[in-house]
């Protein structure tokens, strides 16, 4: 038994619906020799609205790459940043302990006491 229940990618939307511009052709009128003036006119219509909507799409394009590699560049300043402060917080003259802790230079470790 097949399932009912359809997934997003299942479920048709605007973009999905197509007009059919062939109306004119099968509708019970007879065939005048103004019709191909029609037809021509609304291809043509057609076509202004289809390359109108192109040139959209390459401008959104072209945003989209441009915004995209300005988070790069903010996410790599970020990074330095944020590299930068944490070298400041831990000194720059860090060696590996034998556990893999860093430990600084010259200094020993304390006994740590807690209060309760």
Known sequence: MKSSIKTLQGINSLHDVRTYTGAV???A???LPTTAI???YMRRNEKDRIMSE???LKKRKTQ???RFQDVEKEMTKLLEQATKTAVEIRG???VEGKEGNPVQEGKKRG?????Y
């Open 25 to 27: 052709r099968k509708s």
């Open 29 to 31: 009128k007879p065939a």
């Open 38 to 40: 029609l037809e021509l």
């Open 54 to 56: 192109l040139q959209r």
């Open 64 to 66: 989209l790459q441009t």
């Open 92 to 94: 720059s003259q860090q």
């Open 111 to 115: 006994k740590m006491v807690l209060g």
